[in-house]
Structure formats: structure tokens, C-alpha cells
């Protein structure tokens, strides 16, 4: 079970940090990414990261401003949202997948999601 926290409202140029919370005992075992939907748009992918958190990679949309990363002894996946714009509005959804050597960018490819953490961005 993966659940999220940390989104609320807040300006723009703001920092936020997201937190997703892995039950079980193989946390370690996963690759894991963050993606983001709108009602307009699909699941965007926003980041990845691999079990050991020495690999990640970033969509250009965030790249630069957000940081992916992972405690695996507290179970728990973090995403650093530095100056924030409106358009990062949108639901944050954290994802688990063990299959792939790396993390991935394709939503399909992860079969385990949180219910999604909401992020607005505006004054």
C-alpha cells in the first residue's frame, strides 16, 4: 500500500515536499515514480528513481526544480518541489514497480499507486 501526503495549496515560487508512505517489508525491492494528472491532461510522468536510489531521471518539466528521493530503512519516497508554478497544479500520485531494471516513464509499466496527494499552485 503506497500513500501520499504533503500537497496543499501554495504560491507561486514556493517549495513543497510530497512523501509516500510503502507498507510492507520490500520497499528496498522497488522502483519508484512519481507522476502527476490534471483533468485536462493524462498521467504525466514527473520522475523515477531506482531501488537503491543511486539512479533517477526527470521529466523536462521539472527538471531542475524537483528532487526524487528515498529512505529505504523508514519505507518512505520523497519529492522535493522547489519554485513552484502554476502549472505543477495538479494530483501527485506515487508508483511502484519491481519488474524493470530501472524505474520507468510510461505509467503502464508500474502496477501499484497511491490514491494521490492534490498540489495547487496559485496566489
Known amino acids: 500500500q503506497l500513500v501520499e501526503s504533503g500537497g496543499r495549496q501554495i504560491q507561486p515560487g514556493g517549495s513543497l515536499r510530497l512523501s509516500c508512505a510503502a507498507s510492507?517489508?520490500?520497499?528496498?525491492?522497488?522502483?519508484m515514480g512519481w507522476f502527476r494528472q490534471t483533468p485536462t491532461k493524462d498521467r504525466e510522468f514527473v520522475a523515477h528513481i531506482s531501488r537503491d536510489g543511486l539512479s533517477n531521471a526527470y521529466s523536462d518539466a521539472v527538471k531542475g526544480r524537483f528532487t526524487i528521493s528515498r529512505d529505504n530503512s523508514k519505507n518512505t519516497l520523497f519529492l522535493q518541489m522547489n519554485n513552484l508554478r502554476p502549472g505543477d497544479t495538479a494530483i501527485y500520485y506515487c508508483?511502484?514497480?519491481?519488474?524493470?531494471?530501472?524505474?520507468?516513464?510510461?505509467?503502464?509499466?508500474?502496477?501499484?499507486w497511491g490514491q494521490g496527494t492534490q498540489v495547487t499552485v496559485s496566489s
Open positions: 508508483a511502484a514497480e519491481r519488474g524493470r531494471f530501472y524505474g520507468s516513464e510510461h505509467a503502464r509499466e508500474y502496477p501499484y
Open positions: 510492507g517489508r520490500d520497499f528496498n525491492r522497488y522502483n
